[in-house]
């Protein structure tokens, strides 16, 4: 079977758990992952079956959405409520000064990777590094944050909740920390619930419990979506029939012979192709005035002639 399953991951779940888990209810073991959950962490996690498993590499930049509950007054070594309260604080804030520093983490910024994090330095993992006590320098990096906002906060308890859109590679757990310490007080992140990944959104997300129900019933196979739905942010071409052998089989296509042949698209624009019938082929790529294959999520096949393509 190929295609992608959205799991809604649960807690206690690494994403190579929840792998083995699906392997196990598909009966098959070409199955991956796309953006991985701490276990902690629960929410979308969308998991690529069969052929789907070529798309990993070629997944859209596309923000990934979160709802992130959190405690002030402290931080752990982690930076969530798994690790050991390092560091404690009797500052209070207001929901009005969080409010006043959230602008400062909106658009482009510049954060420092976690120690418990799976960013490599000098060859070695930093998490391996932390477990032995081992802090190490970090560079910044640019991530960005389209939107952010405080959803709640309770001045008592200071304690809140607030939903992040961002780009790939943004630590949410880093992110409160930094929060935090703009306010002038400590923070940990307490929960962390991931509502949309690769385009996908927890509407679309199967729990683990009704996926195990699913198969049961031998119907989870229908929960599977096409893969060409990890490429809705791209342009759309159809081709014809003896164009789609002959790119199916590895051979460049002419754009101007194709459902795109009126519109003019910068080198480099990545479509996704589609025989007469609405199958999918796979990703194509403009390079030098020729629609060339990117990756194929279908089988070669030949029907004799070709076309000039």
Do not use: W
């Amino acid at each position: 079977m190929t295609g992608v399953f959205i799991l809604d991951k649960p807690e206690g779940f690494t994403s190579f758990d929840a792998v083995a888990v699906a392997r196990r209810l598909f009966g098959q073991k070409k199955i991956g992952h796309t953006g991985t959950l701490d276990p902690m962490a629960t929410g979308v996690l969308p998991l690529l079956l069969g052929r789907a498993t070529r798309a990993e590499s070629l997944l859209p930049d596309t923000d990934k959405e979160y709802r992130a509950a959190f405690a002030l007054g402290r931080a752990t070594d982690t930076g969530d409520r798994t690790g050991a309260v390092v560091c404690t604080t009797d500052v209070r804030v207001t929901a009005e000064a969080l409010h006043g520093v959230l602008p400062r983490f909106r658009g482009e910024i510049r954060q420092v990777p976690p120690m418990y994090s799976a960013v490599q330095k000098d060859g070695r993992r930093l998490y391996e590094l932390a477990r032995q006590g081992i802090v190490v320098e970090r560079e910044a990096r640019r991530v960005s944050v389209s939107m952010l906002e405080l959803l709640s906060f309770d001045e008592e308890t200071q304690t809140g909740e607030l939903f992040a859109a961002c780009s790939k590679g943004t630590y949410i757990r880093t992110l409160i920390e930094d929060i935090a310490a703009a306010a002038g007080t400590l923070g940990t992140m307490t929960a962390l619930r991931r509502t949309r990944a690769c385009g996908f959104s927890l509407a679309d997300a199967v729990p683990l419990d009704e996926a195990r129900r699913l198969a049961e019933e031998g119907t989870l196979g229908e929960r599977v979506r096409p893969v060409e739905g990890l490429f809705s942010v791209c342009r759309d071409v159809i081709v014809s029939g003896a164009q789609a052998v002959r790119f199916q089989n590895g051979g460049a296509l002419d754009p101007a012979r194709t459902s795109v042949r009126d519109r003019h698209f910068a080198d480099g624009t990545r479509l996704r192709v589609f025989a007469p019938g609405g199958e999918f082929l796979g990703l194509g790529e403009l390079r030098q005035g020729e629609l060339c294959v990117l990756r194929l999520f279908c089988e070669p096949r030949s029907n004799g002639k070709e076309e000039k393509a």
